[in-house]
C-alpha cells in the first residue's frame, strides 16, 4: 500500500489531513485503532470500512466516524487512488462532537456539507489562521451531524446490489446508460431501480448527479479551468447544463464556487445541513 498523509491545518484540540491511499490489493487491511476521534470524509474513490457493529462501502458522497480506540479495517479497490480528507478531534473539541457523532455507519454529505468541507481545505490551504480553520472545523462536524436518520435498510443481497450501483457509477460519473448498468449487474432495470431506492433512500439519477457534482467539484479544487472540456468529461450535456446542476446543487455558479476553492472568498455561514444516514 502507497499511503500519503499530509497535515493541512493543527490548532488547539482539532487537526486537518490529506490522506491518499493506492493499494495494490483488495485484502482487508490489519486492525488499526485511533487516538482520537476523526471525520473521514471522502473526496474521491471507493472503498470499505469493517468497524465493530457495522461494515459497508464509503463514497463521495459520505463521510463516517473513527471512534478513539475502536479498531477497524478497510480494504480497497487495487490499482485505484482513493482521496479523504481526515479530520482529528481531541480534548473539548472531541468531547463536544463524540454525544452526536453516530457509532454504526457512515454519513451522507449534503452538497453544503460537502462545499463546507472543499471550503475548509482551500481556506486552510491559504494560511487561515487557527481562530477560523477551528471554527470551520466544529461547524462543519455540526453540518454533518445535525440531520440523521436510521441506517439503510434491504437484505444482504439487495445491499450487495447497491453497492456495485454505487461503485460503478462512481467509477465512471460519465457513463454507462441505465440499460448497461443493469445489464453488467445482471438485473432488470425496474428492479435495480426499486432496490437502489429502498436501499439508498434516493433514486439512480439522484445519485448519479450528486456524484457528477462531487467530481466537479474535485476537479475545480485540482484547478480545472476548462468547464466546457469538464462538462464533456463528467457528462453533462454542455457547459450550460454543468452550469445549472451547480447552481442547483450548491447554490452558486461555477464562478463563485471556483472562488471559494480558490480560498479567496470565505463567507460565514450557519451551520450546513441536509445529510442522511445510509
Known sequence: MARTTRRLAAGSGFAVDDLLILERTPAWSSPEAVPDLRLVFVRRGTFRVRSPGWEGLVDPLVAYVRPSGVE???AHRPDTEDACTVISLDGPPAADVLPAAPSTGPLATSPAVDLAHRTL?????HGADEFELADRVLTLADGLLAHR???RGGSPAHRRLADAARERLTADPAGP???VLAAELGVSRPHLSRVFRAVTGTS???FRTR???RAALDAIDSGQANLAHLAA???FADHAHLTRTLRAEL?????????VLRGGDHPRSSPPGGSRAV
Open 251 to 259: 447554490g452558486s455558479p461555477p464562478s463563485r464556487v471556483r472562488a
Open 72 to 74: 477497524q479495517r478497510i
Open 177 to 179: 446508460t441505465f440499460g
Open 211 to 213: 456524484v457528477r457534482v
Open 121 to 125: 481545505l482551500a481556506r486552510a490551504r
Open 204 to 206: 439512480l439519477t439522484a
Open 149 to 151: 436518520e436510521h441506517p
Open 233 to 235: 468529461e463528467l457528462g
